[in-house]
């Protein structure tokens, strides 16, 4: 597999308490047993380097509903090797990558403190890092969670309440998790973004690897 794709891998699986990864000819299996997330097959290749025959190959396996392909190339490309019974996000994902040298900082963040009201708080659990901010009125602002798996670490489920967006919030979340990663020793993290979150991470000085396709199975 892909040197980024394995790390991605290796630390989502953590990050979301899926099965250990099964490896394939063209990738890896990964079971979650979720209704709508039974499974999940994620190609092993990059780019232009991910090939069509392997990518009919592992779709045309799938006899199940609930099952999704995860490949790391177009959407508008990927989507033309499946069939009409598959459907395909039609945002394209991102996988981005980010070295660590050193701690983000307090500046950087954008803020020196939280907004008035607003209260932090990270814990770890399991081996995955956990930060969240709440409102004033204790509501969910903002949050993310970091699997460490070696020298490389996923950030995942990095998200902020539409209501709390340009409040530094989520710069805030991300120094979080790359301080927490530092402090494991970590020296790259990853992560599979949304066109949303790609700005975002840009700013941060996180960079794009390759575009993402996911795929689920209807069933036939």
């Not at 079971?31 to 190959?57: C, F, Q, S």
């Not at 701690?103 to 209260?119: K, M, N, Q, S, V």
């Not at 402090?183 to 794009?208: I, M």
């Amino acid at each position: 597999m892909d040197e980024t794709v394995q790390a991605w891998v290796d630390g989502w699986v953590v990050s979301r308490g899926a099965a250990p990864p099964v490896p394939e000819p063209w990738g890896c299996t990964i079971d979650m047993g979720m209704d709508g997330h039974v499974t999940r097959h994620v190609l092993g290749a990059l780019g232009d380097a991910v090939d069509e025959t392997n990518v009919r190959k592992a779709a045309e396996a799938v006899t199940g509903a609930g099952i999704w392909l995860k490949v790391f190339r177009d959407p508008a490309v990927v989507g033309d090797w499946l069939g009409a019974d598959w459907w395909i996000d039609p945002e394209p994902g991102y996988l981005m990558t980010l070295p660590l040298t050193r701690p983000p900082a307090p500046e950087a963040d954008g803020l020196r403190t939280l907004p008035d009201g607003y209260r932090q708080r990270t814990w770890s659990r399991g081996g995955v890092v956990r930060t969240m901010i709440a409102a004033p009125d204790g509501s969910w602002a903002a949050r993310g969670q970091l699997a460490p798996t070696g020298a490389t670490a996923v950030a995942d489920q990095i998200a902020t309440s539409p209501g709390h967006r340009r409040r530094g919030l989520g710069t805030l979340v991300m120094h979080t998790l790359q301080r927490a990663a530092l402090e494991q020793g970590v020296e790259r993290c990853v992560l599979a973004g949304t066109p949303e979150g790609r700005a975002l991470y840009e700013s941060l000085g996180w960079t794009v690897s390759g575009m993402l396709t996911s795929a689920r199975f209807t069933g036939r």
